[in-house]
């Protein structure tokens, strides 16, 4: 016992030190003081364990995200953040074995804002478009590719394309995408109306976007296929936005 005192006296950090020497000892210390500080380092370890064995897993991590509203619209160009748009129906066949293509086209233009002169003046670029390959993806997502069959879709011949600005800005550039009757006859306005009455029709848009997943520290950013779509309806002339934002 004496000697477990005498190991906890001279471990003891809170001693109180002496003028002169008293017994061969420079500082008054105590068991206790040496306690103290075996009982603090023990629950340091035990913290520090507790905390690294997560830490280790990276099991405790914490993603900050956040959007920063700026005074200009950037611009976005797909070809150098290499993403891309394609757009097509998905519509079923009618129980006459009426398809959508029958009654539909889909049509690109490129509208370009600017002011001028005290005015805004449009000018409006019709798109050329292709049946979508691989390729059109950079071969990154052959297996979405695939099962969602994208290659039924359209994608742009063009894709240096930019968009930018907003209505107010001096410059701004969007991509418009219109689903009309392939004629203006009664008779096919009549068969659009039963046909979307009977079937399920939509625009089906897909696109390439990123995110980052915290849990892969190797490779945190991945891309992915992202889609969207515009239920078509007999009676009313739908009209949506669709917003990108550029990442950091």
Known sequence: MESVKSF??????FGVPFSFKFKSKE???T?????????????????FVYNFIPFYRRGN?????YTLIVP???RINFVESKSTLSFGL???TGTDGTTADQLFKVVFTYHYWSYVDNEYKRKITTLGSHFCTKQDFYNQ??????ESKIYNYQCLDDRSTTIEGKWASEIFSYIQIEVNAIN???ALRNKIDNYLLENDCKLQIYYSDNTVDILDYRNPFKSYVESSFIQLNPTLSIRRNMLFMNQY
């Not at 306690?35 to 340091?44: C, E, G, Q, R, V």
């Not at 997502?141 to 695939?146: H, L, P, R, S």
């Open 61 to 65: 991590l914490t993603a900050v995200y």
């Open 90 to 92: 998905n519509c079923w």
């Open 8 to 13: 906890l006296s001279r471990i003891d950090p």
């Open 31 to 47: 068991p206790t003081g040496g306690l103290f500080l075996i009982l603090f380092l023990a629950l340091t370890l035990i913290v």
């Open 141 to 146: 997502f052959n297996e979405t590719f695939d």
């Open 184 to 186: 203006r006859s009664e």
């Open 27 to 29: 500082s008054y210390t």
């Open 72 to 74: 200009k619209a950037e």
